[in-house]
């Protein structure tokens, strides 16, 4: 399987590459950033892109996908609701547009959250812009969409949160995650299991097309 990953310098882009390059059912990780992901690999191809609204430059590195996986993304803290829609619904758009055109036989898996409101008509901000960035995936020509909907996730193998509050909050949360393993396993999943689920999301497809954290950790 070839992979096109975004947001792989984040903490979930920094698990779904681990996984990837340590799977041997995927052939060919291809990451599209800003920056340099900082890892080298065989199997990884990394291109460097500054316009994320605009992809047409660079859509001859794009073609022969087998799946994407879409992990870009930020927190809507202190944004305006304009501002949050372009980075997570007009960015995200941009990309799987072009990549719904040049591979339709794609499965694309984007990283949304628990809570994503697919009515788009709720009170809170960041869940109307996650649920119309979600139904406008759906409606795209892939092969077949999955919206992943992780609530907590516990970073595993030194990966860490470039938010400063994230990072506070999973140094305070960390103690606690060997009792939530234990008596509640799905109330939160990890980067190590996320990562596995949207590759075998990308292999063999899943039972649903939106996966809650129950459903992330049993893909």
């Not at 992809?55 to 944004?79: H, M, N, Q, R």
């Not at 949360?173 to 299991?193: I, V």
């Amino acid at each position: 399987m070839k992979v096109v990953l975004f947001g792989a310098t984040g903490m979930i882009g920094q698990g779904v590459l681990r996984e990837c390059l340590l799977d041997p059912q995927v052939t060919e990780v291809l990451v599209i950033g800003r920056g340099p992901s900082g890892q080298a690999h065989p199997k990884l191809r990394e291109v460097l892109h500054q316009d994320f609204m605009d992809f047409s430059a660079i859509e001859g590195e794009l073609s022969g996908l087998d799946a994407g996986f879409f992990c870009l993304g930020v927190t809507s803290a202190g944004l305006t609701e304009e501002a949050y829609q372009r980075i997570t619904h007009d960015m995200t758009l941009a990309a799987a547009q072009t990549l719904s055109k040049l591979n339709p036989g794609m499965t694309f898996a984007y990283i949304s959250g628990a809570g994503a409101d697919s009515s788009e008509q709720g009170r809170i901000m960041w869940a109307r812009v996650k649920g119309k960035t979600e139904n406008a995936l759906l409606r795209l020509p892939f092969k077949a969409v999955y919206l992943f909907r992780p609530g907590a996730i516990q970073p595993l193998h030194g990966i860490t949160s470039r938010t400063k509050l994230y990072r506070i909050l999973y140094l305070l949360m960390s103690p606690f995650f060997p009792l939530l393993k234990r008596f509640a396993p799905d109330s939160f999943t990890t980067t190590e299991q996320l990562g596995r689920a949207m590759i075998n999301a990308g292999l063999n497809g899943a039972p649903k097309t939106v996966l809650e954290t129950a459903d992330i950790n049993r893909l």
